[in-house]
């Protein structure tokens, strides 16, 4: 296993900056039973053991409980639930954080570049609305200003996860200008306000859910908490512009509440993050879950550029969204412009929820593939080089255009995956590029050769024909993270753990 100790990395999705921790919060960690046993063996182990372990809370959604551990005995017992063979895996509850520009920038309200560079206004004409009401973003944030006279008549009841009471409200700090309420301006702000401002979805309701305090931190398991309520309250949208460099192997929990999003048809947009990294090389989450219903979104400025902050990946990344200098709500019926992936981060979500009201049917995976069909091509390395426009989305839908599910992949050398086709009239026929990197047969199955770059063509009966993006052959969009690293937090604890019991998965 590696010997050099790694800290917590976490990446605050809202501009870039970043913390060194332990493993958050100290000594807290989930531990995750595959049955009933397994959640006999935690409840045991805190009961014998009083003074090196309290179960602190149990989260049914996910079959995990947070427990504390004593400092003193923690590798110990570490190693014990480790070895159980009905213990499935023990995580740190590491923090994760969100920071908008600390210092909002004077500008001139309705000046909204980002509205326009998307085609907004001809979009809402095309589908004759701005939305429905019926459709849901839960923005799971710093909370929002559910009083603000742009966003109060789209808003519906939230929860506070970080105060465990029913009152999201954003409680701004130094490290917290509103956040919360700036992502929710930019999803869905009405627009009905004189010297306000409009948002992408402006008759789209939103749901606050706070888990990040007033100093932009909150912790994984209120982090899942949110995702699981968000999911019982069944929205349509989550919209995430917060994250952590972390394992993938100290992500599973967080992987797996997003799962069960997807599982319940719940479409994910995640923030790509703020270090200028390519997220291919860098373990960052939620960004690089990588589940069906994921949308990973890098920034673009004005000019169609990437800030130099902004992360981007051709495996991990799907498209690029206004991010720079946009203007948004803040608390106390204010307005002004702040930076990152996390202001890219709603707008997409909003533009998700905008199609989801012209067909509810849509699930995450189709509308990810129709934004990067229909993207306008920038020089952002993402998985389709482009950025969303929501006319040219729309227009496609409504004109009942072909286009393929998914639009572009990252995938190992020999695997496979399937191809479907959006609108168009059966029977199909398929073509590959290049056969020598993959192959395709008439029902959309695709294997894998060698490493490479081909693209499918589909035609239909009709005549009518569309070719996919790039299809990566061994570009993985899996950076690792399982296997022999160490899932504790802290090398040193998986050191002394692995010392006591050898056989665990993740020593060597």
Same mark, same amino acid.
């Given at each position: 296993m590696n010997k050099v100790k790694r800290n917590l990395l976490v990446v605050l999705a809202g501009l870039g ?38 179960? $602190? ?30 213990? =499935?895996?023990v995580v740190p509850n590491f923090q994760l954080y969100a920071l908008g520009n600390t210092e909002v920038t004077? %500008? ?71 956040h919360g309420t700036h992502c929710a301006g930019i999803a869905a702000a009405t627009g009905l306000i004189d ?77 790509? %993050? ?12 939620? %960004? ?35 991010? =720079? ?17 996390? $202001? ?36 952002? =390395? ?127």
């Amino acid at each position: 296993m590696n010997k050099v100790k790694r800290n917590l990395l976490v990446v605050l999705a809202g501009l870039g900056f970043a913390l060194v921790g332990s493993h958050g919060y100290a000594g807290e960690f989930l531990v995750k039973y595959k049955n009933v046993e397994g959640m006999r063996t935690v409840q045991q182990m805190a009961s014998f053991s009083a003074n090196s372990m309290a179960v $602190m809370y149990k989260h049914t959604p996910g079959n995990y409980m947070l427990v504390d551990l004593d400092k003193s005995n923690e590798a110990v017992t570490l190693a014990k639930l480790s070895a159980d063979q009905n213990v =499935e895996w023990v995580v740190p509850n590491f923090q994760l954080y969100a920071l908008g520009n600390t210092e909002v920038t004077p %500008a001139q309200l309705k000046d909204q570049w980002a509205i326009v560079k998307v085609q907004a206004q001809k979009a809402w004409d095309r589908a004759s609305n701005k939305g429905r009401k019926g459709v849901v973003i839960a923005v799971i944030d710093t909370g929002v200003d559910y009083n603000h006279k742009s966003l109060a008549p789209n808003m519906v009841p939230g929860y506070d996860f970080k105060g465990n009471d029913s009152d999201p409200m954003d409680e701004t700090g130094s490290q917290n200008p509103g956040h919360g309420t700036h992502c929710a301006g930019i999803a869905a702000a009405t627009g009905l306000i004189d010297g306000g401002i409009i948002g992408i979805g402006p008759e789209i309701s939103i749901m606050p859910l706070r888990f990040l305090g007033s100093d932009g931190s909150g912790d994984l398991n209120s982090a899942i908490r949110s995702i699981d309520y968000a999911i019982e309250k069944r929205v349509n949208v989550i919209s995430a512009s917060w994250g952590a460099a972390v394992p993938r192997s100290q992500a599973t929990a967080l992987i797996e509440a997003i799962q069960r999003a997807d599982n319940a048809g719940v479409i994910f947009v995640a923030a790509a %993050a703020n270090d200028g990294k390519s997220n291919d090389t860098v373990d960052m989450f939620p %960004a690089n879950a990588g589940t069906p219903n994921m949308i990973s979104v890098a920034a673009s400025g004005s000019s169609d550029s990437k800030p130099s902050w902004s992360n981007y990946g051709k495996a991990t990344v799907h498209l690029a969204a206004p991010g =720079e200098n946009i203007m948004s709500t803040l608390p106390k019926d204010q307005y002004g412009n702040l930076s990152g992936t996390s $202001m890219a981060t709603p707008l997409v979500s909003g533009l998700v929820a905008f199609l989801k009201s012209q067909d509810s049917s849509l699930t995450g995976a189709q509308i990810r593939a129709l934004l990067q069909t229909s993207g306008a091509k920038v020089s952002i =390395e993402t998985a389709c080089n482009c950025r969303v426009d929501a006319f040219t989305a729309v227009d496609h839908f409504l004109s009942k255009k072909m286009w393929l599910v998914p639009a572009a992949n990252s995938v190992a050398e020999n695997s496979s995956f399937s191809v479907s086709v959006m609108n168009g009239k059966a029977p199909f026929k398929f073509a590959s590029s290049n056969p020598a990197i993959l192959t395709v047969n008439d029902s959309g199955a695709v294997s894998t050769v060698a490493k490479g770059t081909a693209t499918i063509t589909v035609t239909d009966a009709d005549g009518a024909s569309v070719t996919s993006l790039d299809y990566n052959v061994g570009l993985s969009s899996d950076n690792g993270g399982g296997g022999g690293d160490c899932p504790l937090g802290d090398p040193m604890l998986c050191q002394i753990a692995c010392q006591i019991l050898p056989q665990l998965p993740f020593c060597n």
